[in-house]
């Protein structure tokens, strides 16, 4: 099992920036990789980032490319998401996810998730 916590969300202007962070905890070593999703009022869950656990390797979602940026600290066992140039199409639950394996854009390849937190962007 592995327990997610993600901090970090609020409100904040378009333009502006922000910083999520995930603390994991229990059997952090099965984890492959970890990922951000995200998820607005009526709308599907979607991907944002992913990063290897031991390599350098990311992904981003095409709407977040040049403007979001994943990293991890495997000594604190924590994922970031370093969000820049916000606009009101970010607004939504951002989900914090572990993967032993699969695909990094699809959910169903994480096995664990954390609780959510809020992110607006106002206009």
């Known amino acids: 099992q592995v327990q997610l916590v993600e901090s970090g969300g609020g409100l904040v202007q378009a333009g502006g920036s922000q910083r999520l962070s995930c603390a994991a905890s229990?059997?952090?070593?099965?984890?492959?990789?970890m990922g951000w999703f995200r998820q607005a009022p009526g709308k599907e869950r979607e991907f944002v980032a992913a990063?290897?656990?031991?390599?350098?390797?990311?992904e981003y979602a095409d709407s977040v490319k040049g403007r979001f940026g994943i990293s991890r600290d495997n000594a604190k066992n924590a994922v970031y998401l370093r969000m820049n140039s916000l606009k009101p199409e970010d607004t939504g639950v951002y989900y914090c996810?572990?993967?032993?394996?699969?695909?990094?854009?699809?959910?169903?390849?994480?096995?664990?998730w954390g609780q959510g937190t809020q992110v607006t962007v106002s206009s």
């Open positions: 996810a572990t993967a032993r394996s699969g695909t990094w854009r699809y959910w169903t390849s994480y096995d664990y």
């Open positions: 229990g059997r952090t070593s099965d984890i492959s990789f």
């Open positions: 990063i290897s656990r031991n390599t350098d390797t990311t």
